[in-house]
């Protein structure tokens, strides 16, 4: 390699000077900037952060370094390259999270926020933007916009993700820790194989090797408000969508879900209670899925999901999870890869739980709580088997493959189960690339994260 260009370290005085040096990356592939020809010495699949690298010694002629400190050490800004993709309907979203630095459990028993070395990370985020095409070569891909993004606004956000982290370790749980604990940032796996594991201080159950990182959603987050209005700096009012969801629902608790709807409405219900009702309630009170993302910032950067769930007189869930319907076409990722497995492992999972104490009936049941619940890596390791079974009888164009109770697969805890109209079952699952399924996890694993 041509060590020589990096004699010539760009220094840059100014945030204006550096964004006027950084727009003349548009339009650029990879291969153009490579001037030290990294790309031919290595790959994506083999080291992920290779782009980032070119970017680095090609463009901005720094030499590759491993240590904590901004890229851009004068002006306290952090260098990052990252994909996104174009969905069918012409949106976009980022391709992955992005994984800051490796989680000490040792260590951060005894950090506090500001002095983390997170925080270094945690301030002002050069992202140079490029379309992620699976059908190209990386040193194809196209570099098509840059953002300075000032991750200030979202300091109170990231300040309590740590503290929940953090928490998790005091408590002698590392191996329980799940990205859906927190709203932006993560604590992503970080292993070679599914098998490595490491220490923590206060229990003797090796945990997973994790790491900081800023979750997909919130990445798909800052672009999509790129794309909207490059300048608008928003403050969220809240720390997590649970606290979002207790704070509508808080003055509800114990209240049937009749006296709900009749209180909100200030009308008095007649006729038959619909089977939705308690997502009637959850809609008027919280906000429809599509109106959240306007009512408060927290919801553009975040991946959640909001259930309301009926509950046994114990407070067992009387129904599994579902969730929407499979497509056909999302099973050709091998599951690493997959949008299941970043869904599992991202999302933050709220239920709301309305419980009949005496065999009440739908819309007489009371408010009783609101759970988040989260899946700790083991579980999520649990999910890849029927996704796994899935995919080879899609591949395969067999229905009795299918990872169905009937076919010989008992005991999933992630279950193939049909969604819509009864009778359509599985019969024309190759039918349409969207099918009448739908993943659903169990009832003994809800029932498990209800009394975690």
Known sequence: MNSNNWEFKMKFKTEKELLEYTSKIKGKTFKEIDSEELLKHTSLNRQ?????????????????????????EELGIELKVTGYIKNKNGSVRAKERLVLSKINFNEIINETFKTSHVLGKCEKMLIIWYEYDKEKNAQD?????????????????????????????????????????TSYLGACTKARTSSDRTTQPFSDIPPKPRAYSLKNAYMTGILRDKSKNPTLISFSNFTTVESYVKDKLTPYFGKRQIEIYETITQKR?????????????????????KELPE????????????????????????????????????FEE???????????????????GYIAENKEKNGYRKLNAVKTITFSAEEIDLFEKTYTQTKLAIEKRDVTLLPLSTNGYKNYELELAPKGKKGDKYENFFENNTTKTCFMISKELI????KE
């Open 48 to 72: 992920k952060g290779v782009l980032g690298h070119v970017v680095e010694t090609g463009f901005y002629k720094y030499s590759l370094n491993n240590d904590s400190k901004a890229d851009f």
């Open 141 to 181: 891909f196209l570099i098509t916009d840059y953002q300075l993004y000032d991750m200030s606004q979202d300091i109170k956000i990231f300040e309590n993700d740590f503290k929940i982290i953090k928490g998790k370790v005091l408590e002698g749980k590392a191996h329980e820790l799940s990205e859906g604990d």
């Open 269 to 289: 219900f007649s006729g038959k209670i619909p089977k939705n009702f308690s997502k009637m309630i959850s809609d008027l009170l919280i906000g429809k899925d």
């Open 295 to 330: 009512k408060d910032d927290l919801f553009k950067k975040t991946r959640y999901l909001i259930k309301n769930t009926s509950l046994n007189k114990n407070g067992t869930p009387k129904e599994r999870l579902s969730f929407r319907n499979l497509r056909l076409d999302e």
């Open 334 to 352: 091998p599951w690493e890869t997959s949008e299941w497995k970043q869904f599992f492992e991202e999302t933050t999972f709220i239920l709301i």
């Open 447 to 450: 029932n498990k994260k209800l």
